[in-house]
C-alpha cells in the first residue's frame, strides 16, 4: 500500500511540475494579437470579407499578406515589414491591412498559384490588382527581405491607382 502511495504521489509531483513548466513556458510568449508580428499599431481586419467591406466602405486599397508562422521566408519578410517606418507608417494610415495564415475562397488571390509570403493588393471597387507584382517570374507576388523597396513603391502604386482610377 506505502509503495502505490508514493508512486502516485510521484505521479501527482510530475503532473503538476510538467503542467507549471506549460505555463512558465506559455506566459513567455507574447500575446498573440491579429498583427501576428506584422505592426502592432496597424488596425488588422480578421477575415478577407471584411477586408473587403472596410476597402469599399473607405475608399482605402486591402492589402492581403499570405504567410505561415512556420516558413522562414515569411518569418524573413516580417522582420523588415515590421521594423520598416514608412511601411508601417503607410499601412497604418492609407490601407485595410489583412495577414491571413490560410487560404481564402477567392482564387482572384493566388493568379499564380498558392504560396507564401504573398502580397496582394484589392482596389476599393474589389478589383484584385494582378497588375501589382513583385520581381519574381515564377512567383510574382512574394517579397523577399531585400524587396522591401519595391514593396515600398507598389505600396504607393496601389494607392496611385486608386486616385486615377475613382
Not at 466602405?57 to 492589402?63: E, F
Given at each position: 500500500?506505502?509503495l502505490h502511495?508514493?508512486?502516485?504521489?510521484?505521479?501527482?509531483?510530475?503532473t503538476?511540475?510538467?503542467?507549471?513548466a506549460i505555463?512558465?513556458?506559455?506566459?513567455?510568449?507574447?500575446p498573440?494579437?491579429l498583427?501576428?508580428?506584422?505592426?502592432?499599431?496597424?488596425?488588422?481586419?480578421?477575415?478577407?470579407?471584411?477586408?473587403?467591406?472596410?476597402?469599399q466602405?473607405?475608399?482605402?486599397?486591402?492589402?492581403v499578406?499570405?504567410?505561415?508562422?512556420?516558413?522562414?521566408?515569411?518569418q524573413?519578410?516580417?522582420?523588415v515589414?515590421?521594423?520598416?517606418e514608412?511601411?508601417?507608417?503607410?499601412?497604418?494610415?492609407?490601407?485595410?491591412m489583412?495577414?491571413?495564415?490560410?487560404?481564402t475562397t477567392?482564387?482572384?488571390?493566388?493568379?499564380?498559384?498558392?504560396?507564401v509570403?504573398?502580397?496582394?493588393?484589392?482596389?476599393?471597387s474589389l478589383?484584385?490588382?494582378?497588375?501589382i507584382?513583385?520581381?519574381y517570374?515564377?512567383?510574382?507576388y512574394?517579397?523577399?527581405?531585400?524587396?522591401?523597396?519595391?514593396l515600398?513603391?507598389?505600396?504607393?502604386?496601389?494607392?496611385?491607382?486608386?486616385?486615377?482610377e475613382?
Open positions: 500500500m506505502m502511495s508514493a508512486s502516485a504521489l510521484c505521479l501527482l509531483l510530475v503538476v511540475s510538467s503542467n507549471l505555463a512558465i513556458r506559455k506566459e513567455k510568449r507574447p498573440q494579437t498583427s501576428r508580428g506584422w505592426g502592432d499599431d496597424i488596425t488588422w481586419v480578421q477575415t478577407y470579407e471584411e477586408g473587403l467591406f472596410y476597402a466602405k473607405s475608399k482605402k486599397p486591402l492589402m499578406i499570405h504567410h505561415l508562422e512556420d516558413c522562414q521566408y515569411s524573413g519578410l516580417k522582420r515589414f515590421a521594423q520598416n514608412e511601411i508601417q507608417e503607410m499601412a497604418q494610415n492609407k490601407f485595410i489583412l495577414n491571413l495564415m490560410h487560404e477567392d482564387k482572384n488571390l493566388s493568379p499564380d498559384g498558392q504560396y509570403p504573398r502580397i496582394m493588393f484589392v482596389d476599393p478589383t484584385v490588382r494582378a497588375d507584382t513583385g520581381r517570374s515564377n512567383r510574382l512574394t517579397y523577399e527581405p531585400q524587396d522591401l523597396p519595391l515600398i513603391e507598389n505600396m504607393k502604386k496601389a494607392l496611385r491607382l486608386i486616385q486615377i475613382l
